[in-house]
T-cell receptor, first 111, second 119 residues
Framework: EDKVVQSPLSLVVHEGDTVTLNCSYE??????LLWYKQEKKAPTFLFML????IEKKSGRLSSILDKKELFSILNITATQTGDSAIYLC???????????FGTGTRLQVTL | GAVVSQHPSRVICKSGTSVKIECRSL??????MFWYRQFPKQSLMLMAT?????????EQGVEKDKFLINHASLTLSTLTVTSAHPEDSSFYIC???????????????FGPGTRLTVL
């Protein structure tokens, strides 16, 4: 059975802190690892990672994949209160592009 | 970017009734659509994969007779929760795959979700 695990489950930080969110996966027919941000509604896409060791960046967010260790991290630097959300990672598998989501990390950024 | 809509955004119904949720891809043709369920403070759980013109593929533990999925056109998939009960109350999210984007990009685009409350 495909499995994706995220840690920590929840995190409270002060504005300006840097956070690292973790995602490990055990799936068959792995194709890529995706990160999403979910506020009150459906997830919004952040990154898709297919190759090991290549960092993807978007503003204060960055992510990298380690296909040997079956692991990905999402970094957020200089956090802001608007970063408060649930961050989901998902493993995309097979030809049908099925997504298996992790448990999510609930991030709260306080003033 | 590609847009996916869901209707209704929120529905409240009585126990025993059936509820239909629509998922539409607005500016692309979606050969495949996915239906997810999310309980409070939990992650998204894939319920089924729906391919246009064929029967949906359900994940283990999801009752196909209870959650009827129809994907009659390349822009519309529907999920009908039959004989809904309070334990079916959840956030239902669809996503649509845009094959035109290719495997190098994010293929799935999510709808805004439908919050179902069964009294």
């Amino acid at each position: 059975e495909d499995k994706v695990v995220q840690s920590p489950l929840s995190l409270v930080v002060h504005e300006g802190d840097t956070v690292t969110l973790n995602c490990s996966y055990e799936v068959t027919n792995f194709r890529s690892l995706l990160w999403y941000k979910q506020e009150k509604k459906a997830p919004t896409f952040l990154f898709m990672l297919t190759s090991s060791g290549i960092e993807k960046k978007s503003g204060r967010l960055s992510s990298i994949l380690d296909k040997k260790e079956l692991f990905s991290i999402l970094n957020i630097t200089a956090t802001q209160t608007g970063d408060s959300a649930i961050y989901l990672c998902a493993a995309r598998t097979g030809t049908a592009s099925k997504l298996t989501f992790g448990t999510g990390t609930r991030l709260q950024v306080t003033l | 970017g590609a847009v996916v809509s869901q209707h209704p955004s929120r529905v409240i119904c009585k126990s025993g009734t059936s509820v239909k949720i629509e998922c539409r891809s607005l500016d692309f043709q979606a050969t495949t659509m996915f239906w997810y369920r999310q309980f409070p403070k939990q992650s998204l759980m894939l319920m089924a994969t729906s391919n246009e013109g064929s029967k949906a593929t359900y994940e283990q533990g999801v009752e196909k007779d209870k959650f009827l999925i129809n994907h009659a056109s390349l822009t519309l998939s529907t999920l009908t929760v039959t004989s809904a009960h309070p334990e079916d109350s959840s956030f239902y999210i669809c996503s649509a795959r845009d094959p035109g984007q290719g495997s190098a990009y994010n293929e799935q685009f999510f709808g805004p979700g439908t919050r179902l409350t069964v009294l």
